[in-house]
């Protein structure tokens, strides 16, 4: 075989991808998730989930927890650029750290009669969402749980009838006693 046609791939693309939950403090000021999100997108990084809420009122910061999925060294640069935006105080990777809690939250719409219904609160039940409205049609249940949980639950459902689903986004806190 001529050594010209000979293709090594690049050593960064045998790394695995891998997701990460970040966790990341911020001022509580227009603008700050724009920016955040501009740096994702400006280098061809996804966000699969986002979550951000006011934590500390007196200092006026917020906490954005970022769901993404890349090599160590991407997650490394993701990281590092992060903590050179100007309104971010602290980046901490949840999935470095160790094993995190983390929890979404779904709104599931659910339409069925007979029973497609009865199957509907079965599952419901087995997966403990609860019914937060229920019509003589339909249903709507919240359940909470990992994104996996969320994600198989949302699975069965489809075969049951399926119409809506609203998801808050992955909330994420790392174990222990310790703070960020």
Do not use: C, W
Not at 45 to 57: A, G, K, W
Request: proline share 2%; net charge negative; no cysteine.
């Amino acid at each position: 075989m001529n050594a010209m046609n000979t293709h090594y791939p690049d050593p960064a693309q045998l790394q695995a991808t891998r997701r990460h939950t970040l966790a990341v403090i911020v001022d509580n000021e227009p603008g700050v998730l724009a920016r955040i999100a501009g740096l994702f997108s400006g280098r061809g990084y996804n966000i699969e989930s986002l979550t951000v809420s006011e934590t500390e009122h007196q200092k006026h910061l917020s906490r954005i927890t970022i769901v993404t999925a890349g090599t160590d060294a991407t997650l490394a640069q993701i990281k590092a650029q992060l903590e050179r935006l100007v309104p971010v105080h602290r980046v901490v990777d949840l999935t470095v750290q160790g094993d995190a809690i983390e929890r979404e939250l779904a709104l599931v719409k659910v339409e069925g009669r007979g029973d497609h219904r009865v199957e509907a609160m079965r599952l419901a039940s087995a997966f403990g969402a609860r019914t937060v409205d229920a019509t003589l049609t339909s249903f709507v249940f919240e359940l909470t749980g990992t994104t996996d949980e969320v994600e198989r639950f949302l699975s069965l459902m489809v075969a049951v009838g399926l119409v809506e689903v609203s998801r808050t986004g992955v909330a994420a806190m790392g174990r222990g006693g310790q703070g960020m």
